[in-house]
């Protein structure tokens, strides 16, 4: 879910062939995707038996309040590193504290598949006001508006010069003490692999699959030896498909996704808001999640169930009792998918 408002290591090289014919060396007038060559080095390995130690998870992502998150139950906690997503807005060190009391283990959100236009990295100028895309003089990785989410660009996360860009973002949320990442836009795989993405350009996608494990193992890396915080957690956001191809294609190893990750979160996995989703779609992402569990890392489940009423209506706990029968970790999140509330009620947390 997209928040709403607002050293280097030298590894063999990973070696890609493009699917796509020869596009333009620099955009022309309006928008055009400029394949990155800049590909990131191979990462290495820093695998995890951890998991997350806690069982109830918040998941709030606006307006989050230290005292007010530090009152409640709730024993994992997944925000961002700032009150309103800019540099200025980084909670401090008393905070933090506050935050992680009682052994409470705090994520923070991170987009490895999106660039945001409010993050301290973002230059306006990139952008042409007329379309709305990125202009000649933009950086290569940077791609189309998301017109779902607005201030949100897709990006070629495969570059170095983007992965470097997230590695910096990854220093401040360590150095500020969070327990882990909570990465989102995982699913970039899949944009990328979709000859009908508007691009001009695509790539296989078990190549766009091997691109982003590598780019979560170097995120992995960088927290857990390069900044030594060896327990580091690493929570990928959806995008379980991304196992079918962690088989050990090109220079990763079998399993390296499954190995580098601590936990996951999946959205929407019972119901789409209060739609009952098909039980061939749950079940069919359920065989994916139950790897996960079998390597014994939690799941979390974050459906827009709650519509805000009191009592809760009778979809909530039917969701909170589905993911629970499970062995998941369930949080009813409210419909509205703002996720700027502290949602609680009878059994929350």
Sequence with gaps: MKILKYSILIFPTLLFTFSCAHLPSKRLSGYQCIPCTDIAVAAGNSFTTATLS???PLYQLQDASADDISDTGFDIVVMDYSSDGTESGRYSSGEMESLKSGGRQVLSYLSVGEAEDYRYYFDSGWISP????PKSSAPCWLARTNPDWKGNYKVQYWSDAWQRIILEYLDKIV???FDGIY????DAFEYWSDSD???GYHIAEDKAAVRMINFVKRIAYHARITRAVS???IVPQN??????YDTGIDDLGPDDYLKTISAIGIEDLYYNETTVVSRSITEARKEYLNRIQEAGKKVLVIDYVDNGSRPVKEIVNTFRS?????GFLPYAARTDRALDKINTFSGQP
């Design 197 to 199: 993405n508007g691009e």
């Design 54 to 56: 806690g069982t109830t």
């Design 231 to 233: 327990n580091f957690l």
């Design 130 to 133: 007329k379309v709305n895309q």
């Design 175 to 177: 150095d500020d003490g």
């Design 322 to 326: 589905k993911a629970i029968g499970d």
């Design 183 to 186: 990465l989102d836009i995982i």
């Design 239 to 244: 995008a379980e498909k991304i196992l079918q």
